[in-house]
Every structure is written in C-alpha cells, then in structure tokens.
C-alpha cells in the first residue's frame, strides 16, 4: 500500500545538538514537503521538492535544511537544535503534474521536543 | 506569493446542524484549492479539490464547498454534521504548477450532543 513514513516518531533532543528526520514515500510522487505544526499557526512550509536532488525553501526555512537524495527520500535537518523547533513535523509527497497536482498524502507527524 | 486565512480557530456547533468553515485565499493565478480533515494524533486527509470548472465540489462524508473567485474564497459546508466530525480542518492552496502548497492556520470544530 502507497504511504508515506516518517522516522522517529517521537524525538528528544538537547540544545545545540543535531536531529535528522526521515521521510520515505512509496508513492512514487515527485514532489516531498516538509512542515512543522504549531497551535495558532496551521502547517507551515519548511522546505519542499520537485525530486531527487532538488530542495527549495519554503515560508520558514531558517534553522533547517532539506536532503533529497532519492525519488523515495526526503530528510529534515536542524543542525543545531532549539527549544524553538519544539513542534509537531509532518512529512508529505504529491504529485506536480496531471489530475491530481497538489493533492498532498501526509505521514502520521514526528513529534521533536528540544530541551 | 500565496497565502490562506482561516479566521475561525474554533467552531462549535450542535449534532445535527448546518456548518460552514470559512477560507480565503489569495493568490495571483486561479488556484488549486484543498480542504483537508486532521482527526487527533493522525497526519492530514483529503476531503475535496477544486482544479476548475462548476464552482461547487463534493467531498468524501457529505462535505461540499464552493469556490468564489470575485470573493477569494473557498468555504466548507456540511448539511448535518455528526458527533465523528469533531477534528481540525485545513484549507491549502497549491501554485498552478503543483510545487508549493501553503496551509491555513485551522478551525478546530466540535460538535456536541
């Protein structure tokens, strides 16, 4: 069954340290996003994807970078975590072109507390 | 740039009553618009989609919404809700090409008995 999985599902990180979140999807879709979920502010776009080896920003980049090594994986970086990136993160694919553009398949969220 | 404005964080309505969720929009090109239904603890889920076409769509469980371009919006409708419709409800909008897909910021909606 097509789905997209996000690891870990749970995280606690330190102050300053690095956290990697992951994301694949057998979808096959060309386009990953990434978003961070906060009460009050909705999903807000982090970084996105139109394939492998591409990244762009999204509305809140700052803090974050994206790996897209592979159609299937699209990875989430804080290189230097802060009690700020304290969220909820959801990962998505979706197609770019066709009867379906836009239309976004989520993962079940990965919940990161930086203490 | 593109952007969606939910100005409802919460609604409250009685089981068996009418709802509307209410969305706007701005964007400079005809959009691509989205609603979808986040239940506790799980990612988000389709409801419906506009690409073009007859202004009113249908969606999984009932729901409809109308898109209105001379009003920027795109709002949410359900004749009867239930006791199960009690979740978070997201209106997102995606660039003509596909790549960006920006979110409201939610209506949470309860329903009581």
């Known amino acids: 069954e097509a789905a997209v999985t996000q690891s870990p599902r749970n995280k606690v990180a330190v102050t300053g340290g690095k956290v990697t979140l992951s994301c694949n999807q057998t979808?096959?879709?060309?386009?990953m996003y990434w978003y961070r979920q906060d009460t009050g502010h909705g999903l807000r776009l982090i970084h996105y994807?139109?394939?492998?080896?591409?990244?762009e920003k999204g509305d809140i980049p700052d803090g974050y970078k994206a790996s897209r090594p592979s159609q299937e994986n699209f990875s989430l970086i804080l290189e230097l975590a802060t009690p700020s990136q304290t969220s909820v993160y959801f990962c998505?694919?979706?197609?770019?072109?066709?009867?379906?553009?836009?239309?976004?398949?989520f993962g079940e969220g990965s919940k990161l507390t930086v203490l | 740039a593109q952007s969606v404005t939910q100005p409802d964080a919460r609604v409250t309505v009685s089981e068996g009553a009418s709802l509307q969720l209410r969305c706007k929009y701005s964007?400079?090109?005809?959009?691509?618009l989205f609603w979808y239904v986040q239940y506790p603890r799980q990612g988000l889920q389709l409801l419906l989609k506009?690409?073009?076409?007859?202004?009113v769509v249908q969606g999984v469980n009932s729901f409809e919404a109308e898109f209105s371009k001379s009003n920027s919006s795109f709002h949410l409708q359900k004749a009867s809700v239930h006791w199960s419709d009690s979740a978070v409800y997201f209106c997102?909008?995606?660039?003509?090409?596909?790549?960006?897909?920006?979110f409201g910021s939610g209506t949470r909606l309860l329903v009581s008995p």
């Open positions: 964007y400079s090109a005809t959009p691509y």
């Open positions: 994807s139109y394939g492998a080896g591409s990244t």
């Open positions: 979808n096959n879709h060309n386009n």
């Open positions: 998505a694919s979706g197609v770019g072109t066709g009867g379906n553009t836009g239309q976004l398949y």
């Open positions: 506009y690409y073009s076409g007859d202004p």
């Open positions: 997102a909008l995606s660039s003509t090409g596909g790549y960006k897909v920006v």
